[in-house]
């Protein structure tokens, strides 16, 4: 089993940033986090899940959403089984709950189904 741990998430202004982590774990995951590109997703108060941004394995590629794309970066450390998602010039709309998903030998997708695990996300709150 894998388990995923958000944290870095809580309440800032409209134009501050912020750095989300993603910590993975689990019984038989050692030595295995490269295998698993890492995706971004948020949900907003009755909205549906969205997606944010994606990373490939070895950190070489990345995908956007439109809405963030020149805001947010997202980065990970496969040595440390760590994801982060670096998130600047914030916007009241960014408020919500993110979450971070691992796709097993997948592709940058952008659909949550393609996710086989997920985390239990960190709130995300801007004020204007």
């Known amino acids: 089993q894998v388990e995923l741990v958000e944290s870095g998430g809580g309440l800032v202004q409209a134009g501050d940033s912020l750095r989300l982590s993603c910590a993975a774990s689990?019984?038989?995951?050692?030595?295995?986090?490269?295998?698993?590109?890492v995706g971004w997703f948020r949900q907003a108060p009755e909205k549906e899940r969205e997606f944010v941004a994606a990373i490939s394995r070895d950190g070489t590629f990345t995908h956007y959403a439109d809405p963030v794309k020149g805001r947010y970066t997202v980065s990970r450390d496969n040595a440390k089984n760590m994801a982060y998602l670096q998130m600047t010039q914030m916007k009241p709309e960014d408020t919500a709950v993110y979450y971070c998903?691992?796709?097993?030998?997948?592709?940058?997708?952008?659909?949550?189904?393609?996710?086989?695990?997920w985390g239990q996300g960190t709130q995300v709150t801007v004020s204007s």
């Open positions: 689990g019984r038989k995951f050692s030595g295995t986090f490269d295998v698993y590109v």
């Open positions: 998903a691992l796709d097993y030998v997948g592709t940058l997708t952008d659909s949550a189904r393609e996710y086989d695990f």
